[in-house]
């Protein structure tokens, strides 16, 4: 089964920097498990205890929303997006991935929109492994930084869009 995990591990892009002793280390701390149709694969503010491949299925991402009314708080998930793997072209992508590094909140939710299959790298078991493989830790650590840094800029242009909108709206 892990031979599996090796041929997934080698198209996500942040193993792709590894060698193939590398790619074999990761996939010996891979744990995979199912998510029917609907289930909650990741719960917004729970506590971040690894990081997810998507490696069969869709998967929705969204956010609590609060909204205030007159007489008491009212909460909705927001659609932010939905993942979805697709083997044929070696795309696999992944969330929770702050899990790895931090045992913080999660930021939102990952319910299953079909059935999915997914690999979860547990993040006491990242850790022990960087420990034993500088190296490895470095590379997937700079491919996770580009992709944090990303999604960063993109907020930040996306703060600024809502931020003229609510001025203009205020004038």
């Known amino acids: 089964m892990h031979g599996d995990y090796i041929d997934i591990l080698k198209q996500v892009v942040i193993f792709s920097d590894l060698d193939n002793n590398q790619v074999q280390a990761v996939a010996d701390v891979c744990h995979e498990f199912k998510a029917l149709s609907g289930e909650r694969i990741i719960t917004e503010g729970d506590k971040g205890e690894g990081l997810c491949i998507l490696t ?13 009314s007159r007489s008491e708080a009212d909460e909705r998930d ?12 070696g795309s696999f992508p992944i969330f929770g991935e702050m899990g790895l590094l931090t045992t913080d909140e999660r930021s939102a939710t990952v319910t299953a929109v079909s059935t999915c299959s997914l690999l979860e790298i547990h993040c006491a078991d990242w850790l022990e492994l960087c420990e034993k493989d500088y190296q490895l830790g470095y590379y997937v ?4 930084m580009a ?4 999604r960063l800029r993109n907020m930040n242009k996306d703060v600024l869009k809502l931020t003229t909108a609510l001025c203009l709206a205020l004038e």
């Open 56 to 68: 069969e299925g869709s998967a929705e991402i969204s956010k609590r929303l609060t909204l205030l």
């Open 78 to 89: 927001k659609k932010l997006l939905v993942l979805r793997a697709d083997p044929s072209i």
């Open 141 to 144: 650590t700079r491919r996770l």
């Open 147 to 150: 992709i944090v840094s990303d």
